[in-house]
């Protein structure tokens, strides 16, 4: 017996980021366009030959991408906005990514409850749809002539697009207008010799799917009439109530993600049709850790005995971890012998089919249990930590005193007081210091004295501006979540371990391998350097416990919401420390607090309620005259806004630039009673806003809230930006500030 294997995606950014390189230079004006679509194929190349190469049946092909794959299928259906119709080529692809000459890029959020951003598609009523497969239709030409019938195209469905999308009008309708340019482009598949599709399907596994039955139907058969067997792929969670009909799709196959939810419980209930193959995921494809044999063996075993026709595969594309774990040479013997990145993760699906085939015990596995008892004996229980979990009261999550008290005895602030996110631009000088200190060629106090030089400038520079509360700049820092990691105990750090986190943005997730606790204190001596230099005051920077969780690579033995906690203590400590050293203002960001919702409706409470709790024990040490910030992005509020204000954050501030103050309604029309940042002008895109189009920002951001309520920000952190970007940019968000202040009366 054989069982077949095959992927539903890859990392897409190159083993050694060679597509961040690329677009970075090609936007820069260092490359052209040749250049950067060679490195691209070069890059999807070396991906199907890896797959190959593994032994994998079904290579998925399709799935690389120049900026964003769900961007991708937007531009090829023709679903262009009025604004970037009037540029043609990567010139309208970019511009609807980034922005440009004022242009506002579409809206970016994330992809499920992932930690990859998407473009989301914007679908005027009137939009007559026509497409342009010609670069798909090449990428299948290539994988052809090296994977032969191996090549399966990977495909977005029309429906999960559409849900995705931000439509006028109703679905059905847009559905009509593009299952015939669907139907074609299945047509030119099956001219090219391609024998499967993958048509993707995630949100089925959302709370909104039941409601989407008839569109999948409608979909379903019109595309199965084109003969090119299809394979409906869902993954991120369990079908839930959709399961009875969708196994009544005409399709050939069926992938479920059997690393998260129920889908095991809904196999085992309502069985699985004997006319179609099932789909495992069974490999995790969005952790790094090793599979555990006799856990796996077991699910596979039980589904093989409902089932016999499977295939296995990870749980979902490959793209949300590293290449390769075995690049990782500095980490520790036992801890990287049980990391697997997605090369491991495809040797992993063919072991386990071999040994699923012929239904006997892997050599290869049992070395893998070996080395998973290697690392429990090198990975201790921290007892102190354990204590302190153990003896947590309701004190420890409340604060001392309510919000309309407190923030009474708060710094003093103009209308509108002015601010930003925190990080400003990280110069290749600035990361050179640090490859420097790394190598030896500076020595520590050299590298602060570099690190204070950077902080005087970032403080000069706001002090010109005008900004009313200041920050240090974050120069010392590589990235929000690793830099806090760096100095908590329990953490681990990757060298070549790059994930995408949206176009050329990519991040190294730490790896939580044990318990966490803060050896001493993390940012109070920039924050003093800072604040020695100004009268303003300057904000205390912390990542918050929920974000330094959601965009780590978290522990697979016990629940999020413990390690939520152990670091959620370790914040504690150093808000104590920061007000200590006279910080009026901290900032503990938790960006990822929304993306981290599960996809069910019915789980949501339970999360939000220990991760609200995590933020509350971090934050909840601080005394009423200091000042507690959060930050949140790129993400919707309007459905969870009461448990935001659960947060008792004293000021939140907001992305509100990409969604036309959709974000700011929300969160005012659910009667948000805290302050709010605006996020007046979008900071992925080089463009600098004119002072009048920031006055419209924040005209059309009071209309519904009370003055005082009001903070004026960028919509997120300034470190990907240039300096000559991001300091005219501030002073027309001053200037628009300083011009609204003059305009409006003070008013309750």
Known sequence: MTIQTTTLGYPRIGKNREVKKVLEAFWSGKSDTETLLQTVREVEFANWKTQLEAGIDRIGIGDTTLYDHVLDWSVRLGLIPDRFRHLSGLDQYFAMARGKDGIPALEMTKWFDTNYHYLVPEIAADVEPEANFADFLATVQRAKALLGEQAVAIILSPVTLLGLSRLEGDLATHLEKLLPLYSDLFAQLKALGITEVQLH???????????????????????????????????????????????????????????????????????????????????????????????????????????????????????????????????????????????????????????????????????????????????????????????????HFEGAMPYEQRKKLQPALPLFPTTTIGSFPQTSEVRQLRVKLKRGEITQAEYEAAIDAEIAKCIQIQEEAGLDVLVHGEFERTDMVEFFGQQLSGFAFTEQGWVQSYGSRCVRPPIIYSDVARPQPMTVREFQVAQALTEKPVKGMLTGPITILNWSFPRSDISRQEQAFQIALALREEVADLEAAGAQVIQVDEPALREGLPLKLERWNQYLSWAVDAFRLATAIAQPHTQVHTHMCYCEFGDIIKDIERLDADVISIENSRSNNRTLQEVTEAGYSHQIGNGVYDIHSPVVPTTEQLVQQLQAGILNLPLRQIWVNPDCGLKTRRWEEVIPSLKNMVEATHRLRQEISPKP
């Open 201 to 395: 399907e995630p949100i089925l596994v959302t709370s909104s799917a039941a409601a989407l039955r008839e569109a999948i139907a409608t979909t379903y058969s019109q595309l199965a009439e084109m003969g090119v067997p299809i394979h409906l792929v869902t993954y991120f969670d369990d079908l839930g109530v959709t399961y009875p009909w969708v196994m009544e799709m005409p399709v050939a196959g069926i992938s479920l993600d059997f690393t998260r939810g129920r889908n095991l419980e809904l196999l085992q209930q309502h069985g699985f049709p004997a006319d179609k193959q099932l789909g495992v995921g069974i490999v995790d494809a969005r952790n790094i850790w090793k599979v555990r044999p006799e856990s796996v063996l077991s699910t596979l075993e039980t589904l093989h005995s409902i089932t016999p026709n499977i295939r296995l595969h990870p749980s979902s594309s490959l793209q949300f971890v590293p290449y390769d774990a075995m690049r990782e040479t500095k980490l520790p013997e036992p801890l990287r012998n049980v990391l697997s990145f997605a090369e491991q993760k495809l040797e992993e699906v063919v072991i386990l089919a071999q040994t699923l085939a012929v239904d006997e015990p892997s050599d290869r596995l049992a070395v893998v249990q070996t080395q998973w008892q290697t690392f429990e004996q090198f990975s201790p229980v921290n007892s102190a930590v354990q204590e302190r979990l153990r003896h947590l009261t309701v004190n």
